[in-house]
């Protein structure tokens, strides 16, 4: 099946805007909970990336209205099967996405939480680049 690049090009230039805006934000102010909220999307939309290379209209499938990782990654494997060496990276960064309101349960993020987030999401996007870029 022929691959839909211009689909996938389209969510992963968001997702490296979220990394960029968060490798800069990080930067700027270290406010922690802004950079693990904005790797966890970058990670999203680049693994979701994937899937639109396949052909797979995320934003017609049900099953990934998420931002589960672990449930992304599941169909990422699929395609392609090295993308599972993510993912209990990503079941941390999945975490990271219920820092988002105020009536979530706090998570205390640490310094160590941003770091971590930030090299995680530069990896996966790192990995997905490669593959958008040769498909």
């Known amino acids: 099946m022929k691959k839909n ?5 389209i969510w992963f230039s968001k997702a490296k805007d979220h990394l960029t805006f968060a490798k800069a934000g990080w930067k700027e102010s270290r406010i922690v909970s802004d950079a693990c909220i904005l790797c966890q999307q970058a990670a999203e939309k680049a693994l979701k990336s994937l899937l639109e290379l396949e052909n797979i209209d995320i934003e017609k499938t049900p099953a990934f209205k998420t931002h589960r990782l672990a449930d992304i990654i599941e169909e990422c ?3 392609y099967p090295q993308v599972e060496v993510f993912t209990d990276d990503c079941d941390k960064l999945t975490v990271y996405y219920f820092d988002r309101y105020p009536a979530d349960i706090p998570l205390n ?3 160590e939480d941003a770091a971590f987030a930030l ?3 530069d990896k996966i996007l790192r990995f997905v680049e490669e593959i958008i870029s040769t498909a």
Do not use: H, M
């Open 109 to 111: 993020l640490t310094e």
């Open 119 to 121: 090299e995680t999401a």
């Open 5 to 9: 690049k211009a689909a996938a090009e």
């Open 77 to 79: 494997k699929k395609y």
